[in-house]
């Protein structure tokens, strides 16, 4: 007897399965058992952990928000410390890149008006890219006129274009 979706019924199903032989049924009983197991097993519980995963990950970037969210206004309160004596901006942005472990990363610049610089950095790990805008402006006086960063594929890695000014 043949099973199809039109004749698929209780009945038909018992049929099917008394005209199997010994052997078939125990094969039809084991695999009834393992699939549930298996898909549970295979795919549920990884799936699971994944979610939980995220929202761990979720929740500690909510709280990082809500941190710099709350010392932005003291922070844009202090005063500026001066770019360092004599250097050029470029001289300062080449230095800082490198001792961050971004120089690879840096894939042009150019300048962008009296006092500004516009670069492109490919590939940079985000954390560490945020973190050295942040010491440029905390040690060097140096702002964030605009930026523009995008996925470069990789988790964790961007793409950006950012125009930096003194002062």
């Known amino acids: 007897m043949k099973l199809s979706a039109d004749n698929l019924s209780l009945e038909t199903i018992a049929q099917w399965f008394a005209a199997l032989s010994e052997r078939?049924?125990?094969?039809?009983?084991?695999?009834a058992v393992l699939a549930p197991v298996l898909l549970i097993v295979g795919v549920l519980l990884p799936l699971d952990r994944s979610v939980a995963h995220a929202h761990e990950r979720l929740l500690k970037k909510r709280n990082d928000l809500a941190w710099m969210q709350g010392v932005a206004p003291e922070l844009s309160a202090s005063p500026q410390p001066p770019s360092a004596a004599g250097e050029s901006l470029l001289v300062i942005v080449d230095r800082s890149a490198r001792e961050a472990g971004l120089a690879g990363s840096l894939a042009g610049s150019e300048p962008a008006g009296p006092g500004g610089l516009s670069l492109r950095l490919q590939k940079a790990p985000f954390d560490t890219l945020i973190a050295w805008l942040a010491r440029l402006a905390q040690q060097n006086g140096i702002r964030v006129d605009s930026a523009t960063i995008d996925s470069a594929g990789a988790p964790g890695l961007v793409n950006a274009a950012v125009v930096l000014h003194t002062g």
């Open 24 to 31: 078939e049924q125990r094969i039809v009983q084991v695999a």
